[in-house]
């Protein structure tokens, strides 16, 4: 179907995001509303974003407003089953779609978008898949999700692997943020005849070198920045790591930031270590105007992960100038080489011991920035705000 937009200013963009950030949690899903965000001087972007919410009472709660020129609808729920029976999965999948289509019907009272954007599959997939079948709407899909890694073994289910396949089969493009990730979700069975790399993008005007603040060549600082969720970051592996450093040498200080469901047991970790002040700092979260403080304050960025796709925390220290030690996993391989940092091999406590002493000793020698260029020119909003628009053109037949 080809639509004549010669009459309109912008495209009509629909996101549909699995994560995205909301009242109670600011930081979920923020690398997606960073590709709305950097639409908007040439699209017309809205954003439907349902989320179960524990202790919410019955009904919907609908958060409907406007956020760095982004119509944004969040439609909560309460949604905790008692138990995992499969009525409750059932009940569960009902109020998900009773809530995403009153916010549709509130944010497209007549006329669909031009154009729907999922962002991680496979529940938000659903509604742009109906009004493709119902209106000929198109749509694209970006995945971000490291389920699909086989070591995982996440990604399971007769009839979600179907209906998924089904869905990836009918969009106009796929898109991954990572060849790795591209890799492993074609091993799935998801397919499409354009599958394309996407990459996460970094705000590289607000992350960006402060050279007000001397770098401190007493203390140095190693920053780590996650969710404090220790299956995937492996924070306990930094913890014993860096205990086993702090009786090597001690010219350093870790500062954890962050927080989530595993901040109390590092913690605790830390504190039965005699770590904790001492050696290890616990700032808390912290939103971007931070980060980038803390970036700056720092020698360099730590990611011990046992599986990532692509961390926008890398990215965005890139965009300081300021190098990694990070794992050799997912898609951290493809932006991490000898030039912006040092990969080890995840869980492999001695490797990373090797790179943080080496790290410590060496990180000045890092052209600070050439690291910075590497940012600009591959994950800047311009650069992949410009692809994205491409995409979108290619998916409708525009014709300026």
């Not at 760095?68 to 089953?81: D, Q, S």
């Not at 492996?234 to 595993?262: A, H, M, Q, W």
Request: aromatic letters at 10%; glycine letters at 4%; a positive charge.
């Amino acid at each position: 179907m080809q639509r004549n937009l010669k009459k309109k200013k912008f495209l009509s963009v629909l996101f549909l995001p699995r994560w995205y950030p909301y009242k109670e949690d600011p930081m979920f899903g923020l690398f997606v509303e960073r590709h709305a965000r950097s639409l908007v001087a040439e699209v017309s972007v809205k954003v439907l974003f349902v989320h179960p919410i524990e202790g919410l009472p019955v009904g919907l709660r609908f958060d409907h407003h406007w956020k760095n020129g982004i119509e944004t609808l969040c439609v909560h729920y309460n949604n905790k089953p008692t138990s995992y029976r499969p009525i409750n999965l059932l009940l569960s999948l009902v109020s998900y779609y009773k809530a995403t289509l009153q916010g549709y019907r509130l944010l497209y009272p007549e006329a669909p978008p031009d154009l729907c954007h999922v962002h991680v599959l496979t529940r938000p997939a659903i509604l742009a898949f109906m009004l493709f079948l119902l209106k000929g709407t198109p749509y694209i899909i970006t995945e971000h999700w490291s389920r699909y890694h086989s070591n995982l073994k996440r990604y399971n289910g007769f009839f979600r692997k179907r209906i998924t396949s089904l869905i990836a089969s009918r969009a106009k493009a796929i898109t991954a943020v990572s060849n790795h990730l591209r890799e492993a979700m074609m091993e799935c069975k998801i397919n499409n005849q354009r599958f394309l790399i996407l990459p996460n993008i970094v705000d590289t005007k607000l992350f960006h070198p402060d050279n007000t603040i001397p770098p401190s060549t007493i203390i140095k600082t190693i920053l780590h920045i996650s969710t404090f969720e220790d299956n995937s970051k492996n924070l306990s592996g930094i913890v014993r790591t860096i205990k086993k450093l702090s009786e090597i040498r001690s010219d350093f200080r870790l500062r954890l930031v962050g927080y989530g469901p595993d901040w109390k047991k590092i913690k605790e970790m830390s504190d039965e270590m005699g770590l904790t002040n001492r050696i290890i700092e616990f700032p808390g979260i912290a939103l971007e105007a931070e980060v980038t403080r803390q970036l700056n304050n720092s020698a360099f960025l730590l990611l011990f992960s046992n599986y990532e796709n692509q961390p926008v925390v890398i990215l965005e220290s890139f965009a300081c100038g300021k190098p990694v030690v990070a794992t050799q996993v997912g898609g951290v391989g493809e932006i991490v080489n000898t030039e912006r940092g040092i990969l080890v091999e995840p869980g492999n406590e001695t490797g990373l011991l090797n790179a943080l002493n080496c790290m410590l000793s060496n990180y000045t020698e890092y052209d600070s920035k050439n690291i910075r260029r590497y940012a600009i020119e591959n994950f800047s909003q311009e650069v992949v705000s410009e692809k994205m628009i491409g995409l979108y053109k290619s998916s409708i037949n525009y014709r300026s």
